[in-house]
């Protein structure tokens, strides 16, 4: 089950042109949406070769699932995903699966619907974030390794949010190799 959450976190926001770099965070990004975007985000979506269910149970928060292969059987895996606004963007916050029930940590990406119903999404660059850690900017740990850099905020929910500037979307997001999650069946 860990695999597929994983690979569920993986194709929402952690996509960087590194590979799977990533970047965690005790905090959600924003507050929830409180549109009802139930019309936008109700359906069935593909993700490359995956395919996802999607219901808006209350404003700004869903539930996606999927299914997964697993000793002869299909098995339901299912996740909460929350949709945040933060100075007028959106945001899509999820929990790690790998995370501590005592101590959260939600990965995260700046996001948007294209004009044909899409998600686009545009995960955090690692690296900016961990130049952050670096200049002390941030409260955080960064792990690298040959091809990839992990960041996970540990602290400082003012600073961490006074990062993410709109001013900064450009270099802190990756706005020229975004995901985009379609839309290939509206449910309501």
Same mark, same amino acid.
């Given at each position: ?36 975007? &139930?019309?936008?985000?109700? +359906? ?5 070769? %995956?395919?996802?269910?999607? *219901?808006?149970?209350?404003? /700004? !928060? ?55 119903? &899409?998600?686009?999404?545009? +995960? ?5 974030? %961990?130049?952050?850690?670096? *200049?002390?900017?941030?409260? /955080? !740990? ?47």
């Amino acid at each position: 089950m860990k695999t597929t959450l994983l690979a569920l976190a993986a194709a929402l926001a952690s996509l960087l042109p590194m590979g799977c770099s990533s970047v965690s965070s005790p905090f959600v990004v924003g507050e929830p949406i409180k549109e009802d975007l &139930s019309s936008k985000v109700n +359906g069935i979506w593909k993700v490359g070769d %995956a395919v996802y269910y999607a *219901k808006q149970v209350r404003n /700004g !928060e869903l539930r996606v699932a999927t299914t997964e292969w697993t000793s002869d059987t299909f098995r339901l895996v299912a996740t909460t995903v929350l949709l945040t606004e933060y100075q007028g963007g959106m945001y899509i916050n999820y929990l790690n699966p790998e995370s501590p029930k005592d101590k959260p940590e939600y990965f995260f990406a700046r996001c948007g619907f294209a004009d044909d119903g &899409s998600l686009v999404a545009y +995960g955090p660059v690692a690296e900016v974030f %961990a130049q952050g850690v670096g *200049k002390k900017e941030l409260q /955080g !740990e960064i792990n690298r390794s040959e091809h990839t850099v992990n960041v996970k905020i540990t602290g400082g929910k003012e600073s961490f949010l006074k990062f993410i500037q709109n001013d900064k979307v450009a270099e802190q997001f990756t706005l020229s190799q975004p995901l985009i999650v379609h839309r290939i069946v509206e449910q309501k």
